[in-house]
């Protein structure tokens, strides 16, 4: 009988795991190695690391510090979390656990556009793809930026993006742009080019990502995915944990969703999706969860 278990080996889970640690609890990590945050090249928006960091090694150095303090990982991926009594049975392919507390910290999986997937991650790594405006908008300033997408999100996307560069283009991702007057408008007063698709043939082209448009072939420093993303809280909602409309677990403020014993952090969870952001609801969950295990029997050594 573990005290927590923590599902998700990304920023949040793992930073959960070393607060939970910390506060002498009997913790597993299940981690089946798929963290969003594994994707980034170098992000220079994570206080304390003025060069950068990359994803992969902010990782390696948060699961060295976590086994420093005894905390066990399982490679694998959970299936099913069952609420039993006032403790939990948590099921993967080869392992059944049970735990009187859960931590879901699973995130969520961008929507790639169609394209090679050698040729998704080498554009990946050469920053001509990104995902994400808030972590790296800085890096395109006054370059030629192209945002593949439609619609309220696409129009979002592409006026965040404006304010680092001047030569934003948005580019529908299949035929014509789903645009309705207003997004139209706002497009228009930024300076926003518009280009209907379908997107398609991409390939790097003298250091720049090419694709194919209904306006011809065109090429961009960067391009930028809005394509939405998979919110990974299916576990949490067949539990039994309410989600809102879009699909995230609802939590309170102290990051305990409507299930007793189940809480969230991270992208999982409505809320800026940042590493920032999750590592400090997952210090949250982590004081919540052992506060609240003290509440039912104290905690002694």
Same mark, same amino acid.
């Given at each position: 009988?573990?005290?927590?278990?923590?599902?998700?080996?990304?920023?949040?889970?793992?930073?959960?795991a070393?607060?939970?640690? #910390?506060?002498?609890l009997?913790?597993?990590?299940?981690?089946? +190695?798929?963290?969003?945050?594994?994707?980034?090249?170098?992000?220079? /928006?994570?206080?304390?690391?003025?060069? +950068?960091? !990359?994803?992969?090694?902010?990782l390696?150095?948060? #699961?060295?510090?976590?086994?420093?303090?005894?905390v066990?990982?399982? !490679?694998?991926?959970?299936?099913?979390?069952?609420?039993?009594?006032?403790?939990?049975?948590?099921?993967?392919?080869?392992?059944?656990?049970r735990? *009187?507390?859960?931590?879901? @910290?699973?995130?969520?999986?961008? /929507? *790639?556009?169609?394209?090679?997937? @050698?040729?998704?991650?080498s554009a990946?790594?050469?920053?001509?793809?990104?995902?994400?405006?808030?972590?790296?908008?800085?890096?395109?300033?006054?370059? *030629?930026?192209?945002?593949?997408?439609?619609?309220?999100h +696409?129009?979002?996307?592409a006026l965040?993006?404006?304010?680092?560069?001047?030569?934003v283009?948005?580019?529908?991702?299949?035929?014509?742009?789903?645009?309705?007057?207003?997004?139209?408008?706002?497009?228009?007063?930024?300076?926003?080019?518009?280009?209907?698709?379908?997107?398609?043939?991409?390939?790097?082209?003298?250091?720049?990502?090419?694709?194919d448009?209904?306006?011809?072939?065109?090429?961009?420093?960067s391009?930028?995915?809005?394509?939405?993303?998979?919110?990974?809280?299916?576990?949490?909602?067949?539990?039994?944990?309410?989600?809102?409309?879009?699909?995230?677990?609802?939590?309170?403020?102290?990051? *305990?969703?409507?299930?007793?014993?189940?809480?969230?952090?991270?992208d999982?969870?409505?809320?800026?999706?940042?590493?920032?952001?999750?590592?400090?609801?997952?210090?949250? @969950?982590?004081?919540?969860?052992?506060?609240?295990?003290?509440?039912?029997?104290p905690?002694?050594?």
């Open positions: 009988m573990h005290d927590c278990i923590i599902i998700g080996g990304g920023p949040a889970g793992l930073t959960a070393i607060y939970l640690a #910390r506060f002498h009997d913790i597993l990590l299940f981690d089946n +190695g798929s963290s969003r945050a594994s994707l980034i090249p170098c992000t220079h /928006n994570h206080a304390g690391f003025p060069d +950068g960091i !990359s994803g992969k090694e902010l390696a150095r948060m #699961r060295t510090q976590a086994a420093s303090f005894g066990r990982c399982q !490679s694998a991926t959970v299936t099913a979390i069952e609420p039993q009594d006032d403790v939990f049975l948590v099921r993967s392919a080869d392992h059944e656990v735990a *009187r507390t859960v931590l879901l @910290a699973t995130g969520v999986v961008n /929507n *790639r556009p169609d394209m090679d997937h @050698a040729l998704h991650d990946l790594e050469q920053g001509l793809l990104r995902y994400c405006p808030i972590c790296d908008g800085y890096e395109v300033t006054d370059k *030629r930026v192209g945002v593949i997408g439609t619609g309220t +696409g129009m979002r996307e965040f993006l404006r304010g680092y560069s001047k030569d283009t948005l580019i529908a991702p299949d035929a014509e742009h789903m645009l309705d007057k207003d997004c139209a408008a706002a497009l228009d007063r930024a300076g926003v080019s518009r280009i209907d698709g379908p997107c398609g043939g991409y390939a790097i082209e003298d250091d720049k990502l090419a694709l448009t209904a306006a011809g072939r065109l090429s961009f420093d391009v930028y995915p809005a394509l939405g993303s998979q919110i990974r809280s299916d576990l949490a909602l067949a539990a039994g944990a309410r989600g809102t409309d879009d699909g995230c677990i609802v939590t309170d403020e102290h990051q *305990r969703t409507t299930l007793p014993g189940l809480y969230a952090a991270g999982v969870v409505r809320g800026l999706d940042q590493i920032s952001h999750a590592m400090g609801q997952a210090g949250v @969950a982590a004081t919540t969860i052992r506060n609240e295990l003290n509440e039912r029997q905690l002694r050594r």
